[in-house]
């Protein structure tokens, strides 16, 4: 496990601009999920948008989840909304 946290800055950025392509800085599994179904619904326009808008949401989720992983094996504390340390 990589036990540098990663920047929700980053991840933001990322999947606003390239959506499920930048899910890979967080998730490539996630990444992979999101591209295959941004394909196979590219005959509609909603399901692109949707994965769109998923990867900003799924980029996020797994990048709070990691940095917790992180600071929990670093034995850190959490700060009070549990993202990060005090």
Not at 25 to 38: N, P, Q, R, T
Not at 40 to 51: D, E, Q, R, Y
Not at 62 to 70: A, F
Request: charged share 15%; aromatic share 8%; proline share 5%.
């Amino acid at each position: 496990m990589n036990l540098r946290q990663k920047s929700r800055t980053t991840s933001a950025i990322l999947t606003f601009l390239f959506g499920p392509l930048g899910v890979f800085y967080s998730s490539a599994a996630g990444a992979i999920v999101l591209i295959l179904v941004a394909l196979v619904s590219a005959g509609t326009v909603i399901g692109p948008v949707l994965c769109w808008i998923a990867a900003i949401i799924w980029g996020d989720y797994t990048v709070r989840r990691h940095n917790e992983s992180v600071d929990r094996l670093l034995n850190r504390p959490l700060d009070d909304d549990g993202d990060g340390p005090q």
